[in-house]
């Protein structure tokens, strides 16, 4: 049997971005990455669902919104040429490595150690693992830092990463 399908019927929507909000997830991809200013980290966070493990939730508006194969990215500096700009890199990595229980968290007055020598090693080490998420969503950016619009010049949002919470 034949059967013919427009081309426009193959285009598929992006949907509506992720809400804020706490997810578990997993992460499907790490990887360190060298760049011309230092070395970062990039996640990439999949199998997203509630808390209570559901795949769809209620809205404030009624309507009901279904996770499906949505992923969220972060992106942490382990090194860099900018102080500040290492230091809260590795301020994100060391909170993410709570969360996924690889490191005690320090108490008032504490100090702990990061275990992973190498940005590499760290990646490795958490591809795989189930982590509780918060996410806020931003206004995507170009590499120029402009705006990214969609077909109707309306900024596109994104989730990203802003918490990692102990599961």
């Given amino acids: 049997m034949a059967f013919v399908v427009k081309g426009e019927e193959l285009v598929g929507g992006r949907g509506a971005p992720l809400p804020n909000g706490t997810y578990l997830a997993t992460i499907e991809v790490a990887e ?4 011309d200013n230092g070395k970062q980290v990039w996640r990439q966070y999949g199998n997203l669902r509630t808390p209570d493990g559901a795949t769809e939730f ?5 309507d009901v919104y279904r996770i499906g194969n949505r992923k969220v990215s972060s992106w942490s500096w382990w090194q860099h040429s900018n102080a500040d700009a290492e230091r809260i890199g590795q301020r994100e990595l060391f909170r993410e490595a709570v969360a996924l229980g690889l490191v ?24 795989g693992r189930e982590v509780k998420i918060r996410t806020r969503l931003r206004a995507k950016q170009t590499r120029d ?23």
């Fill in 145 to 167: 830092k402009k705006p990214v619009l969609d077909d109707d010049g309306n900024p596109v949002f994104e989730a990203e990463v802003s918490e990692w919470l102990a599961v």
């Fill in 58 to 62: 209620e809205l404030p508006s009624g």
């Fill in 32 to 35: 360190a990455q060298q760049k």
């Fill in 104 to 127: 005690e968290k320090p108490g008032k007055g504490e100090s702990a150690e990061f275990p992973f020598e190498t940005a590499d090693e760290y990646a490795t080490e958490i591809v």
